[in-house]
């Protein structure tokens, strides 16, 4: 940048003589309604921030790559897998969920995991978390389940009664609830988590076959995790320290890397899986659907702005490409819409030529005009498909499969009807741990039960822990001891 182009400029590039000093009526007197630098200033600041996301609003960001180690070309036609070796540059967001902008890093909630990948054939976007399954399995719980875990509407406090009260009433959740309340739920910043696609997900192959895939990322630097007294130390200590052990890590350039895994089930198997196999309360067993290598995601750039890369980065389930496709699990059905809404709603209609955002290989369509648009509106091409004049063409090369249907009934299926084992996964993993985890698990357990109060305090607490006993009997021992409940009191609730 040379001399003449370090001068202090107004928005439209005017030279500044002044920067600090308003324009008055004599040096203690009114201000002038033509100081108009005085005016934009005032007024962009007004307007710096953006609707926070309405869920995992806390996050940070970082760019790298991915390097793919193992041929899986067999499962899926993805470009950007193709080639053992092959990289692809990726944008990655960490957050956590409930909190909002400014919230603490170390609170006990999942992480978000959100990745993009720059392909040739288009961005394409996991946005997954570190816990392989969800509370829910239908989405349209999904508003009310957030609800619970942010602010009450009266107090605007934290409420550990609608918490409970949702998780209890809703079963499913169990296992996701589980997997919180143990130590997994206050990781030690972001680098030493696993993370998962957590959906079922399907990959399709250059022969057009089908087969269903959940996508693990395994970090590289070993799971480490706060206890509950250490992560509420930490939120005190300092709120941001996520935030910063990623980017300082990066900036001394220690780079975090995670190895990406699938595993992989037929159609056929599907049919005879033991749970639903699009059911994101469970998980498939890694002894029946072994781990396969796919390649390293290593994080090595710190993004040049805050605001510009990681508060506007845009992800989306939506952004699939040739070779990943979706499945029927109904979560992942309606994150598919969800996601592009509440991005035309943060960041407007045009939030795709956001450069974070912008795929950096081709984007040829007829959509047009709208607030923010600056790549040039598609300049003087038609806006109309078919056209006589560009030649640009719906590339059939890029079809997918026929999808058969499961049925041909459509109704609003009671989603545990037939799928109400909610209790055999979380009580195998309970059965997991080892002494010291469990007595983690179930010190979480009672200190954040222990919330609960008001009328409803007994029912609620009464039905949360006929769910522990379901798991595992002496789980829900030891929460009811926690929690100082006798054995009478006990068996006044238990179902006869
Ligand atoms: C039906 C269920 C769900 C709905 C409707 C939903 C909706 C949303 C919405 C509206 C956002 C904010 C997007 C933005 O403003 O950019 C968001 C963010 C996010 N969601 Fe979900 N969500 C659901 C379930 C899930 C599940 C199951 C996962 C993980 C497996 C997940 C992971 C994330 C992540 C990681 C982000 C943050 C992305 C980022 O870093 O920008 N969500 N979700």
Not at 84 to 102: A, D, L, P
Not at 194 to 213: L, P, W
């Amino acid at each position: 940048m040379g001399e003449n182009n370090k001068k202090i400029t107004t928005s439209s590039g005017a030279p500044m003589p002044h920067y600090e000093d308003s324009l008055s009526a004599g040096p203690r007197g009114q201000l002038l309604l033509q100081d108009y630098f005085l005016h934009e200033k005032l007024a962009q600041f007004n307007r710096e921030r953006i609707p926070e996301r309405i869920v995992h609003a806390k996050g940070s960001g970082a760019y790298g790559k991915f390097t793919v180690t193992n041929d899986i070309s067999k499962y899926t036609r993805a470009k950007f897998l193709n080639k053992v070796g092959k990289e692809t540059k990726v944008f990655m967001r960490f957050s956590t969920v409930g909190g909002e902008r400014g919230s603490a890093d170390s609170e006990r909630d999942p992480r978000g995991f959100a990745m993009k990948f720059y392909t040739e054939d288009g961005n394409y976007d996991l946005v997954g978390n570190n816990t392989p399954v969800f509370f829910i399995k239908d989405p349209r719980k999904f508003p009310d389940f957030i609800h619970t875990q942010k602010r009450d509407p009266y107090t605007n406090c934290k409420f550990p009664t609608m918490v409970w009260d949702f998780w209890s009433l809703n079963p499913e959740s169990l296992h996701q609830v589980t997997i919180l309340m143990s130590n997994r739920g206050t990781p030690y910043g972001f680098r030493h988590m696993h993370g998962y696609g957590s959906h079922t997900f399907s990959m399709i192959n250059k022969d057009n076959e089908r087969v269903y895939v959940k996508f693990h990322f395994r970090t590289e630097q070993g799971i480490r995790n706060l206890t509950g007294k250490e992560a509420m130390e930490m939120r005190g200590i300092d709120p941001d320290y996520a935030q910063r052990d990623l980017y300082t890590t990066i900036e001394k350039g220690d780079f975090p890397k995670w190895k990406l895994h699938i595993q992989v089930m037929t159609e056929e198997q599907t049919k005879t899986f033991r749970w639903n196999p699009f059911d994101l309360t469970k998980v498939w067993s890694q002894k029946e659907y072994p781990l396969i290598e796919v390649g390293i995601l290593e994080l090595n750039e710190n993004p040049a702005n805050y605001f510009a890369d990681v508060e506007q980065a845009a992800f989306a389930p939506a952004h699939v490409v040739d070779g990943i496709s979706f499945s029927p699990d109904k979560m992942l059905q309606g994150r598919i819409l969800s996601y592009p809404d509440a991005h035309r709603y943060r960041l407007g209609t045009n939030f795709e030529q956001i450069p974070v955002n912008r795929c950096p290989f081709m984007v040829n369509n007829y959509h047009r005009d709208g607030y923010m648009r600056v790549d040039g509106n598609g300049g003087s091409l038609p806006n109309y498909h078919p056209n006589s004049f560009d030649g640009f063409v719906a590339d059939q090369s890029y079809v997918e499969p026929p999808l058969k249907l499961d049925s041909l009934v459509a109704d609003h299926y009671d989603r545990n009807n037939n799928d109400d084992d909610h209790f055999t996964q979380p009580g195998d993993l309970y059965r997991l741990l080892d002494a010291n985890e469990k007595e983690h698990l179930v010190n979480n357990i009672v200190d954040n039960m222990s919330g609960v109060d008001g009328p409803k305090k007994d029912e609620i607490i009464m039905r949360q822990l006929c769910h522990w006993f379901r798991a595992d009997t002496n789980l829900g021992m030891s929460v009811a001891k926690g929690l100082g409940l006798s054995m009478d009191k006990l068996s006044e609730h238990m179902p006869k």
